[in-house]
């Protein structure tokens, strides 16, 4: 299975070859059909693989519970790897840039000595 492609459409490939098989006769055992899952597995899913293995009997072990094992995992896993890239890019954020102007206060200026050509374009200027 390539790293990129959901585990849904492994599932449907999976059945789609299983149940070709079947029509030439062939017959698989739970078992056989869970090991040739775990096969085709990428190693991003060794430690699900071996939890499996080791806590239930592979022999016995249904094909819809597995499969309902293998898409919970990868929601889990889509979700924890949506986390860790939004914090990285949190992290990775340039600061963001704050202008800030100088206020200053004289005492002896006022509007009035300004001339009106100069108060059109101070009014201008606020305007943009």
Do not use: C
């Not at 849904?8 to 056989?32: A, P, S």
């Not at 309902?68 to 949190?90: F, I, Q």
């Amino acid at each position: 299975m390539k790293q990129d492609k959901p585990i849904v459409d492994m599932i449907t490939r999976f059945t789609n070859i299983i149940n070709g098989l079947k029509d030439f006769d062939r017959k698989f055992t739970n078992g056989e059909l869970v090991n040739k899952i775990f096969r085709s597995l990428s190693e991003d899913w060794n430690s699900l693989r071996m939890l499996i293995e080791n806590i239930k009997d592979v022999n016995t072990y249904p094909l819809e519970e597995l499969y309902g094992t293998l898409m919970m995992y990868e929601l889990n896993n889509a979700e924890a790897k949506e986390k860790t890239w939004r914090s990285k890019e949190e992290i990775n954020e340039p600061p963001k840039k704050h202008i800030a102007l100088k206020s200053t206060n004289d005492e002896g200026s006022s509007n009035t000595n300004m001339s009106d050509e100069e108060l059109d374009d101070l009014v201008l200027l606020v305007k943009k």
